[in-house]
């Protein structure tokens, strides 16, 4: 049995955001690690500050560019033509390798110290790891070329320890990874097999029913959302019948309103509102966007979001745990707020958003997802048997 997951959903203590280094595990690894958090060691925040450091080396204009885009010109910087641009680029990517490889050691191997350390998982918890074979890495900085160098770094590090390492694997498409996992629960959603003159009609007057099913033929897509840290990605799922026909994927935008340590609990609750004008003005504009295409939108929306949720309710942990404050049940009040702005019936799937990577790796067996970003993911794909 998988010990993070209760009834299909994955538990707030599945994260490895909080695993403390309180011993370095045996390693050609020279670092000062110990003591520190995953959290503290490895992050997007910390790439773009060693990509700041190392600006001049990597010939990169920082003063100019957006800071969440840096990591996308570190890529250009590992296949320059210059040579000292080349090595600064690997010496960055040499720096995170590690230090991930040392965070999936010690997960491997949890030694008592570490175990001790970690107070919310027990014998079930560190025994699961030490089960796992493969690790399957997606999100942008796992994305080619950043993440073959990456995992190049991670297996140096077992081979010269000699570890017997996991098996490393880079999700396909992983940047959109969120995305591909949503579309998982559009095929046994029976609203979104309706034949097209049902669906046409479902929530319409009934005259412009009739003319819509008077004319020919009508091109359907659902929406599917993944509401991150730093970015939110938008696309549309083209189905034919409950099959996924084609994923298109849309413009992303920055996220905003997502810091995750507001002490005040009026500023919280100005944050939260704030967030959540943003978040309703998003699925507006793309609903909007979509249409303009000359597609129509299917009831079922499909959203993964960086916290974790059950039931269509908004945990207080992370960025977005605030929209716990705009209403219990934040799935049905979404629902709620598209029925005023566009008088149709729609209905949400909140998925936590490491539930949704994994969603897309399910022949997968005795894996994990981990995805690297703002902070570390963590979905298990829901092949084995025991998920």
């Known amino acids: 049995m998988n010990p993070f997951l209760a009834g299909g959903t994955l ?57 969440k885009s840096l990591p996308l010109h570190l890529e250009n910087s590992l296949e320059s033509d210059d040579p000292l641009v080349r090595s600064a680029a690997h010496d960055i990517l040499k720096l995170f390798g590690e230090r991930l490889a040392v965070i999936l050691l010690c997960l491997k191997e949890g030694s008592p ?40 770094y991670v297996e140096q590090v077992f081979a010269s320890s000699g570890k017997s390492p996991y098996d490393i694997v880079l999700g396909r498409d992983s940047t959109y990874a969120g995305l591909r996992g949503c579309t998982t629960y559009l095929q046994n959603d029976p609203s979104d097999g309706m034949p097209f003159d049902d669906a046409a009609s479902d929530g319409m007057p009934f005259d412009d029913a009739q003319a819509v099913s008077s004319q ?85 929306i499909v959203l993964s979001i960086a916290n974790y949720v059950k039931d269509g309710r908004i945990a207080n942990r992370g960025g977005y745990g605030k929209l716990r404050l705009i209403a219990p049940d934040y799935a049905q009040y979404l629902s709620d707020c598209m029925k005023e702005r566009f008088g149709r019936d729609y209905h949400f799937t909140l998925i936590h958003d490491g539930t949704a990577m994994a969603a897309g790796y399910a022949d997968y067996k005795e894996s994990v997802c981990i995805s690297l970003g703002t902070a570390f993911g963590v979905g298990f794909p829901p092949g084995r048997k025991d998920f």
């Not at 919280?268 to 979509?290: M, S």
Request: glycine share 6%; proline share 4%.
């Open 113 to 152: 110290a570490n175990r001790r350390a970690r107070a919310d998982w027990g014998e079930a918890e560190w025994d699961y790891w030490n089960s796992l074979k493969r690790i399957i890495l997606v999100g942008g900085l796992a994305s080619p070329p950043l993440g073959e160098q990456l995992k190049y």
């Open 11 to 67: 538990g707030t203590n599945a994260s490895i955001n909080k695993l403390i280094i309180a011993e370095m595990p045996a390693c050609t690894v020279t670092q000062p690690l110990a003591g520190k958090s995953a959290q503290d060691i490895f992050s997007t925040d910390l790439f773009i500050q060693e990509i700041k450091n190392a600006s001049d080396q990597l010939q990169i204009h920082v003063d100019s560019l957006e800071e």
């Open 216 to 300: 020919a033929p009508i091109r359907w897509a659902n929406l599917i959302f993944d509401y991150g840290q730093s970015f939110i990605k938008r696309s549309y799922a083209v189905m034919d019948g409950r099959k996924v026909q084609d994923i298109i994927i849309l413009g992303k935008t920055l996220s905003r309103h997502v810091a995750w340590d507001v002490k005040d609990p009026l500023v919280e609750k100005a944050e939260a509102q704030a967030l959540n004008r943003y978040f309703l003005d998003t699925i507006t504009r793309t609903i909007q966007e979509v249409e303009a295409r000359g597609l129509r939108i299917r009831p079922h």
